[in-house]
């Protein structure tokens, strides 16, 4: 059987960055976040019992690095099959990959979902986001709608996602001010290995209860100033701990501080927004609808901005007939 799904990348409000267990993607902490309306990857799976090993296409190419981890994400769900067929696997994302836009999480996502399909098994919403999380940590937080949260768990079977509010909830805004297309010199997955390297790291361990308590209480009231802070000074403290790990990471560019401040700029100036930011350069601008338009006009004009991409909150993953092979 063939099946494709499509899968919405998501925002990290509150960040995972540090692992408890590394084999299980167990995260260190907590985490929320948003799925993004316009970054999204479509993927078809087929278990073809002709095959001698597993035939995999991401975004046209046939890449290694990429293909091996899918390969080891199929054998989960082979386990779960408990047949050893191979499978074709075509994938497609609306954006480019490994740039600090998430696309392990919806690849991952996509690749989950419609892998069970294909392989005839019927998971829940919890379940798929468990295996989701083992491919990609983040790519747990995309199976669920709208505004989710990963709780960390301290065995596989309680670190999951699960939806906090629909993205109906609220109509805020993520401008992804893109810098940079290039693949990171760093993947995420070694970034995650030496967070506990940086001396503030604890100190994030000691707070991050209570500062997501926090925040879905900011959420939940549509508090959008006080989570707007709340939310900046969160990826300021991501970018710290990497900073101050070694080996130390610094994923941002020129233009990344100059959208920073240009963010900054907007509030002196009475916009509400505020950024976060992922392990890349590419700037989120978080804001309300009715204000894209001006903020948009002035991110463009910051040199070396290279686009920007709007995104509403939106749907998590979700099966599509359309096929890519
Ligand atoms: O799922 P990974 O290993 O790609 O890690 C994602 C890490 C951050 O994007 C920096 C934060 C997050 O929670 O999405």
Redesign the pocket.
């Known amino acids: 059987m063939k099946a494709t799904a499509k899968a919405h990348s998501?925002?990290?409000f509150?960040?995972?960055?540090g692992r408890k267990e590394e084999i299980l993607?167990l995260p260190s902490n907590g985490?929320i976040?948003m799925n993004l309306s316009n970054l999204f990857t479509t993927t078809t799976v087929e278990f073809n019992p002709s095959l001698h090993n597993d035939d995999i296409l991401v975004n046209g190419e046939r890449n290694n690095e990429i293909n091996s981890r899918i390969t080891k994400h199929l054998d989960r769900i082979r386990v779960l099959l408990q047949k050893k067929t191979y499978a074709q696997v075509v994938s497609q994302n609306s954006f480019a990959a490994s740039a600090?836009m998430?696309s392990?999480?919806s690849g991952f996502a996509a690749l989950t979902v419609a892998g069970v399909a294909a392989a005839g098994l019927q998971l829940s919403e919890k379940e798929l986001s468990i295996l989701a999380r083992q491919g990609?940590?983040?790519?747990c937080?995309s199976i669920p709608d709208g505004f989710v949260e990963w709780v960390d768990g301290n065995t596989s079977d309680d670190s999951y996602a699960h939806k906090l509010f629909d993205q109906s909830h609220w109509d805020i805004c993520d401008i992804v001010t893109v810098i940079s297309k290039e693949k990171k010199d760093v993947?995420?997955?070694m970034?995650?290995q030496t967070a506990s390297s940086s001396i503030f790291f604890q100190t994030r361990l000691n707070n991050i209860v209570q500062k997501i308590h926090t925040c879905k209480e900011l959420m939940k009231t549509r508090n959008f100033d006080e989570f707007g802070k709340l939310i900046e000074m969160e990826a300021l403290e991501?970018h710290t701990i990497m900073f101050t790990s070694w080996p130390s990471l610094i994923y941002l560019e020129p233009a990344s501080l100059g959208v920073m401040k240009a963010v900054k700029r907007l509030r002196e100036e009475g916009i509400s927004a505020y950024f976060t930011i992922?392990?890349g350069p590419n700037i989120h601008i978080i804001c309300l609808q009715k204000d894209i338009d001006h903020i948009e006009k002035r991110i463009k004009t910051i040199p070396g901005v290279l686009e920007t991409i709007i995104n509403n909150a939106s749907r998590g993953s979700y099966l599509i007939d359309n096929h890519l092979f």
């Not at 509150?14 to 960055?17: A, D, L, T, V």
């Open positions: 998501n925002i990290a509150i960040k995972y960055w993607r985490s976040s600090g998430a392990s999480a990609s940590g983040s790519a937080r993947s995420t997955s970034g995650q991501l992922d392990a």
